[in-house]
Nanobody
């Protein structure tokens, strides 16, 4: 089992920045990738960015150039630096840890990001 705890969400003005953090505990050796997803009431949960144990990163097209993911899967940490935030980035952001061997995904409780003037 892996437990995930996010932090760093909040209210920010358009054009501003936020940094999200996620800390994992438990069976860290089972983690092959960590990442961030987001969800709004009117949209399905969508990929933001992921990072593998080999530090390979993947971003959704709309986040490229504005968001940066970093972290260390072995230590169970993942961060998301979000710059040039837009109102449409408003969502609940969820931390994810993927265990490729079992095919199981672990999720945090989510952290609210609101971009508004």
């Amino acid at each position: 089992q892996v437990q995930l705890v996010e932090s760093g969400g909040g209210l920010v003005q358009p054009g501003g920045s936020l940094r999200l953090s996620c800390a994992a505990s438990g069976r860290l050796r089972s983690i092959n990738a960590m990442g961030w997803y987001r969800q709004t009431p009117w949209k399905q949960r969508e990929l933001v960015a992921t990072i593998t144990s080999g530090s390979f990163t993947n971003y959704a097209d709309s986040m490229k150039g504005r968001f940066t993911i970093s972290g260390d899967n072995a230590k169970g940490t993942v961060y998301l630096q979000m710059n040039s935030l837009k109102p449409e980035d408003t969502a609940v952001y969820y931390c994810n840890a993927a265990d490729y061997r079992s095919g199981y995904d672990y999720w945090g409780q989510g952290t609210q990001v609101t971009v508004s003037s």
